[in-house]
């Protein structure tokens, strides 16, 4: 396990524009935790109004904090839109130098997750982003979590399943990927998603989009291919991607396992929702009976180095 005595930790805007007060005010809760943290406001993209600051600037915010030796993991503030369009602009050669540190939020920031898990072998965090509503919106669980986290810590997380499928549901290990689905369905193809999901559990949530939608993503998976040596699918929460009186999302879920020729398990505890239990990209995940737990390997978050 490595143990970070001084984290410090940059907050970083690589998706849409967050709202600073909402971050500044959330701040104290890291130093009260024993973790220095550091963040400024990017300017606003007078030409976009969906994005926290133009691609160059945001580049530049991450690529400081990848560059910068005090700092030891990169928090996303919140997603939204515009992670995928600095994708071509990281020097991914560069990189490569670079002692692995973590990029951690959700939403949006899946296209990091999954372009430094590709690129670079770096592992990530699924986790919760200080500039979101979701922010100790019902306990402070998943919070306190992923705090012991970014000081090197490794919290208890085991989460409860539901089985989908038929039949007693198998004991599975596997390596963990995943995120936003309809993120992730956009990077397949890319140079930014893996190849090849062969033994990997691989977990989806998703916010707002139609069921239908949700059913045309899984099919891309599906007929890309990337799901065929997958171990299984934990589903969390899909939120607000139920019709009133037509479908509602647990016959989302439904529909989904008996579609994707997996095992499938759902678990509320994760996605666009409070709590949002931190969840590993690239680290290794453990179903055993109705639960969901992961451990950090003996180099933390920092898998590569």
Request: glycine content about 12%; aromatic content about 10%.
């Amino acid at each position: 396990m490595l143990i970070h005595l001084h984290p410090h930790i940059r907050i970083i805007s690589p998706a849409s524009p967050e709202l600073a007060s909402r971050v500044e005010a959330r701040l104290p809760e890291f130093e009260a935790a024993g973790i220095s943290v550091s963040y400024h406001k990017l300017a606003p993209d007078p030409s976009w109004p969906f994005i926290a600051g133009s691609a160059h600037a945001r580049l530049a915010q991450i690529m400081e904090g990848l560059d910068d030796p005090q700092v030891t993991a990169l928090l996303a503030s919140r997603g939204g839109y515009g992670a995928s369009d600095l994708l071509d602009l990281f020097p991914w050669e560069r990189l490569q130098q670079l002692r692995p540190k973590p990029i951690i939020g959700f939403s949006d920031v899946s296209a990091l997750h999954a372009a430094f898990y590709t690129r670079l072998g770096w592992q990530g965090l699924h986790a919760p982003m200080p500039g979101t509503d979701y922010w100790r919106q019902n306990g402070d669980g998943d919070v306190l979590a992923l705090l012991t986290l970014l000081k090197g810590g490794a919290p208890n997380i085991r989460l409860p399943l539901l089985y989908l499928g038929r039949g007693l549901p198998p004991q599975v290990r596997g390596w963990a990927f995943g995120g936003c689905l309809s993120v992730l369905t956009n990077l397949i193809g890319t140079p930014y998603f893996p190849q090849n999901l062969d033994g990997a559990l691989v977990f989806w949530e998703d916010i707002g989009e139609h069921p239908g939608r949700i059913l045309r993503f899984a099919n891309q998976w599906l007929q890309s291919g990337v799901l065929r040596d997958a171990r299984g699918i934990v589903l969390g929460r899909f939120a607000g991607c139920e019709i009133e009186g037509v479908a509602s999302e647990s016959q989302l879920h439904d529909q989904l396992a008996q579609r994707l020729g997996l095992p499938v398990w759902f678990c509320p505890h994760f996605g666009h929702c409070s709590p949002n239990w931190p969840l590993p990209i690239g680290g290794q995940l453990r179903i055993e009976g109705d639960s969901l737990s992961w451990d950090l390997d003996e180099h933390g978050l920092q898998s590569g180095s």
